[in-house]
C-alpha cells in the first residue's frame, strides 16, 4: 500500500513559501516527520516542482492538478502518465480553486485505477461529497470553500457539515475514505476531524505559512501518533 | 541575452516520448546541438518535468503555459514565479492546444517583463498575430493548427500565412520577433520560414517523435549554421 | 403539476432548422401533439428564442442550459430568474454538449428548487448518472455521447447502459425520474427506453431534421398512448 | 446604416430591473427617446428575451454575447445565426463579466462580417484595445473593470486610459470606432467621453437601475442632441 490512514496531505498550492527549493525543503520535512512518527504524511507540490520533488523524498507525493488527456498533442496540459513518470503515486481533483466537470471527474478517476495511481477528490458539500462516492475515487475530501485558508477548521466551525458528509457518502459507498480539509492547523483539529468519521485532513496554508514547518507539522501528527 | 536569433523552440507537448527521465534526455541532446553548432535551441518540456530538467540543462527552457494568477491560494495552477523559480527564462503561450483569453495574455506579458521572463504568444491567423503584436510579447509565433502534427510545413503548404502575418505584425510593432510553426520538420522548413521573414520556427513532433533526436535536431539547425 | 410521463422532451439545440420562427412552429407542432394525445411533449428552444416561444405556447418550456449566477452584473449569461421570466418551467443541465462542474450542478439544482424550477440533468455514463442522482434534481437523462446524433438508439445499441443506469441512479436515490436519451428517433425507440425502466426521452435530430414533424413527433408519442 | 453615431448602448446583463416583460419596457423607453431626439439608442437585452423584445422594438438591438459556433448540436450556445433569425442587428464581445479566447473574438468578428451583423468588442486596457483593433471589428468598448458598476465615469476618473486608447488603437486602425464604458449615467459623462475622442458610450446599471428609464435616458442623450 502506498499511503496508511491515518493520513495527512499536505497542499503547497501555488504559494511562494513553498515554491521550488523551498518546496522540496517542506517536502523533506514531511518526510522526517513521517519516518520519527511512522504517521503517513503526503505532500502535493506546485505542479511545475513535480518531478523535482518526488525524486528525491520517500513521502508519497499528490499532483494537484490533471487533466482529461491522454499523452499526446496536448501542449500546457497534465496528463497522468506525466505525473506517474514524475514519482507521483496520485493526484488531488476538483480543489475548490480548480473544480472540474462531473463527467471529467469521472474520466479522470477511471483513469487513474488503470494506472495504479491514487485520486483524491474535494467536495464542497455533503451533497457534492455523495456525487463524488458515486465515481468510486480512492479518497473524499471535504472541503467547505468558505473557511479554506481562514485557520477556523471545519470540524469545529461546522461539524455538522463533515457529519452529513460521512452520513451521505456511506450510504452511496460504504467504504469511502473521507478526509477533512479547510481550516485546519492543529492536532487539536485532527482529532476532532478523526473523531467525526473522518480518516485524515488536507491542510495547506496551516502548514505552508508556518514559520517552523517541523513543529507544524508535528503539532497535526501528535493526537495520530499517542 | 538569455537567448539568440535565429531560434529553434521544441515544445515537448504531453508526448510520452519525452515524458519524465526521457524528456530530460531530449533537452540534454538540444543542449549537446547547441554547444556544436552554437544555434540556440530551446525546449518546451512537460509541465510537471519542468524544474526537474531545467536544473539539469544549460539551453533556455520556456514553460508550455501560465496561468493568470500570483503565488498564492491556487491549486492546479502554475504562476510565473513557480517558472521562474524552476529555472526557466519564459514561457509559451496562447497554444492552439491551449487557448488563452485576450485580456490573460495582456495581463501576463505585463507581469512576465516584470519579472524579467520572455514570452512567445502563438497565433494561429495573421489577424491574431498582429492582434498579439499589440500586446508586445517579446515572440510570436504564427502556427495555422490544421497544419500542427501534420509533417507539412507552413512555409511550403501556406507560405502566404507566414508572409501575411509578418506584413501585418510590422505594421503594429515593426521590432516584433517572430517564429514558423506547425508542421516544421526539415533544416528545409527552417530555411524557407527565415526567408519569409521570420526568426525561427517552433517545432514539436518533428524532433520529439523522431527515432533519432540527434540527427533531427541537427538536421533543423544546418541551415542557419552555415 | 407542469409535466407529467411518461415524457418526451424535444432539444432543439442550434439547429437551424428550430431557430426563430421556425423553432416557434416545432413547439406549436409538439402542443399539437400534446393536445391530441394527452401525452406530455415538452421544448427546449435555443436560448434567445426562450421567452418568444414559452409566451406562445402551452407545453412545457425547458431552458438548454443555465449558468450559475444570481440576477446582476453578468453579461451574457442565463440566470435561473431570467428562464422563469420567460416562461420556463425548468432546464436541461449538463447535456454533452454544455457540460458542467459538479458544484455548479449542485449549486443551481438547490437554486432551482428554491425558485420551483425543474431540473433535467444529463449524464454520459452510469456511474455519472449515479453522482447526479446524489444531488437530486428533477429528472436525470442518460446519454451516451457516442450516439447522440446517430440515429443509433441507446436503448437498442447499448441496453445494458441503461439498465446499468437504472440499477445506479435507484439505489442512490430510489425515487430518481430516468430518461433516455441518444438516437432516439422512433415510438419503437421510446417503447424500448420505457421497457428499460426509464419514464421518457430525450430527442433532438430525430425530430428536429425530421421533415415532418407532427408525423415524427406521433411516432414517438404512439407506443406511449396506446 | 443600422446604427448611427453618436451611440449609447444600453446593456441590460442579467438584471432583474430589465429581465423578461420589464425588459421589453425598457426597450420601449430607449425607441421613445430615440424617435424624440433622433439619437440612436441601442439595446442588449438578456440572452433569453432576445428575440421576444427585437421582434417588438424599432432600435437596434444587440445579442450581449455569443459562442463560436456554427447552427446544429451545440445545445445551450448561441450562435450568430440564432441572434439573426431573432431580429438582433449584432452583438458585443469580450464584455468583461464574459471574456472571450483572443482566437475565438477573432472567428466571431469574421463569420459576423459575412453574416452582416455588428460587433462591438470590449476591452479592459488600452493594449488590449489596440489588440482587438487589429481583429477589426465594427466598433471597440474601453472599459476598466475596476469601474463597471460604480457609478464613477472612466472619462473623469481615468480620462488617460480613455486617451491612450484612442491614440493606440487609430495606430492599428485609423478608422476605428471607439465607445467609452464603466461607470457612465450623465449626459456629462457622455460629453467627456466624445471629447475624448470616442464616438458614444456603452452604458447598463446607470440606466438599468435608475428608477425613471426615460430621464434617465433622455440625460444621457441631451448633449448630444444640442
Redesign the interface.
Given at each position: 500500500m502506498k499511503i496508511s490512514f491515518p493520513l495527512i496531505v499536505i497542499?503547497f498550492?501555488?504559494?511562494?513559501q513553498a515554491?521550488?527549493?523551498k518546496g522540496l525543503e517542506l517536502a523533506k520535512t514531511a518526510e522526517k516527520v513521517w519516518k520519527e512518527t511512522g504517521i503517513c504524511v503526503a505532500v502535493?507540490p506546485?505542479?511545475?516542482?513535480?518531478?523535482?520533488i518526488a525524486?528525491q523524498v520517500e513521502v508519497p507525493v499528490f499532483?494537484?492538478?490533471v487533466d482529461d488527456?491522454s499523452?499526446?498533442?496536448?501542449?500546457?496540459?497534465?496528463?497522468l502518465?506525466?505525473?506517474k513518470?514524475?514519482g507521483a503515486i496520485g493526484t488531488?481533483l476538483?480543489?475548490?480553486?480548480?473544480?472540474?466537470?462531473?463527467?471529467?471527474?469521472?474520466s479522470i478517476v477511471?483513469r487513474a485505477k488503470e494506472l495504479n495511481l491514487l485520486t483524491l477528490v474535494c467536495?464542497?458539500?455533503a451533497?457534492?461529497s455523495?456525487?463524488?462516492?458515486?465515481?468510486?475515487p480512492d479518497m473524499i475530501a471535504i472541503e467547505p470553500p468558505e473557511l479554506?485558508?481562514t485557520g477556523i477548521p471545519v470540524s469545529r466551525a461546522k461539524p455538522e457539515i463533515v457529519t452529513k458528509t460521512v452520513d451521505?457518502v456511506k450510504?452511496?459507498n460504504p467504504e469511502a475514505k473521507i478526509l477533512t480539509g479547510a481550516g485546519i492547523s492543529s492536532g487539536e483539529d485532527v482529532e476532532a476531524a478523526i473523531k467525526l468519521g473522518t480518516v485524515g485532513v488536507l491542510v495547506?496554508?496551516g502548514v505552508v505559512k508556518a514559520r517552523d514547518w517541523y513543529s507544524a507539522i508535528m503539532d497535526l501528527v501528535r493526537p495520530l501518533s499517542k
Open positions: 497542499n498550492k501555488t504559494y511562494s515554491s521550488g527549493r502535493a506546485q505542479l511545475t516542482d513535480l518531478m523535482f525524486q499532483s494537484q492538478h488527456v499523452p499526446g498533442a496536448h501542449t500546457g496540459h497534465v496528463t502518465e506525466a505525473i513518470d514524475a488531488l476538483n480543489h475548490s480553486e480548480r473544480r472540474l466537470r462531473i463527467d471529467v471527474i469521472d477511471k467536495a464542497n458539500t451533497e457534492v455523495a456525487a463524488v462516492a458515486a465515481l468510486y479554506i485558508g451521505l450510504k452511496v495547506a496554508s
